[in-house]
């Protein structure tokens, strides 16, 4: 069932081939998937949950998961929004498990005070980073966007850091495409509000 | 064009996805207001620090048990 037919397409992901391997029985094939995806499933799993040791465990158990399953997968999609979202489910049940009893899911909480305009008018654009270590910048990037909504940080995600399409982020979580446009335009927006806060003092170097 | 306009497209901007005649009108706005230009800049530049910095590691020595893990079972045929 897994042969790979020539067919009149000329370019074929090589995420397909790999997968027809893994599926033939060839392990590492299948290693060389994990290789290629872990720190992607990583960051996802580790911006739901907020938490090291259960985003290692969404990093095993949907590898594990997606083995599983693997001669389900329908080579119309890609392999890589297959696992993502295999990865978004998992996280959502370890999320579930410590919030025990609270319904966790990827609609949740969001209520803003949409298409207000931004009142601040300075501009660190420039070179934020060079007022800070990389540690410190990455501190200050971590807390703010764990300070957003679950909801419209996933999307910032898999739209603004992985690079992924509307439509492929629509299709891993389940949402809609003005769902997701419209949560990245606030996600952005209020990622925006937040960083200005540290860049703009730090630039005036006041505070 | 108003602001609230502006803001409504600006990820359509930012992603590249405008048309040519909408494109002219939101750079039109840009031109006369400076507000929505320091709003373009600096979400500009928040994508870009956040995707040009990893805030969520995995180490090698993590990712090698983990490889392990996972390969061990598939092995095993999970
Ligand atoms: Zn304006």
């Known amino acids: 069932m897994a042969t790979i037919q020539v067919t009149g397409e000329s370019e074929q992901h090589p995420d397909v081939a790999l997968v027809a391997s893994a599926v033939a029985g060839d392990v590492q094939a299948f290693e060389k998937l994990i290789r290629k995806y872990d720190r992607q499933i990583f960051r996802i799993a580790q ?3 907020q938490n090291r040791e259960d985003a290692e465990d969404v990093v095993q158990d949907a590898f594990l ?10 080579g119309n999609s890609k392999f890589y929004t297959w696992l993502v979202r295999i990865a978004v489910n998992e996280s959502l049940m370890r999320l579930r498990k410590r919030r025990t009893g ?28 060079q007022n800070y270590t990389q540690t410190e910048l990455a501190k200050i990037l971590r807390k703010t966007i764990q300070g957003l909504p679950q909801g419209f940080r996933v999307v910032f995600v898999l739209r603004d850091v992985d690079g992924l399409s509307t439509e492929e982020t629509a299709e891993m979580l389940g949402l809609s495409v003005p769902a997701v446009k419209s949560r990245l335009l606030r996600a952005r927006l209020q990622l925006r509000e937040r960083l200005s806060r540290y860049f703009r003092s730090k630039k005036a170097g006041e505070k | 064009m108003t602001c609230t306009e ?14 040519a005649e909408t494109r002219k009108q939101l750079e039109e706005h840009l031109g006369g207001c400076a507000h929505c230009t320091v709003t373009l800049n600096t979400t500009r530049k928040t994508i870009e620090v956040y995707r040009s910095n990893e805030l969520y590691e995995l180490p090698k020595s993590v990712r090698d048990r983990l490889h392990q893990a996972i390969l061990a079972r598939c092995k095993n045929g999970c």
């Open chain 1, 65 to 74: 998961k997606a083995y599983e399953k693997l001669s389900q997968f329908q």
């Open chain 1, 102 to 129: 609270k319904m966790v899911s990827i609609d949740e909480d969001i209520e803003t005070d949409e298409g207000s305009v931004p009142r601040d008018l300075a501009d660190w654009s420039p070179n934020p980073e």
């Open chain 2, 6 to 19: 502006f803001l409504a497209l600006l990820d359509e901007l930012i992603d590249g996805t405008v048309g």
């Open chain 1, 47 to 49: 911006h739901i949950t």
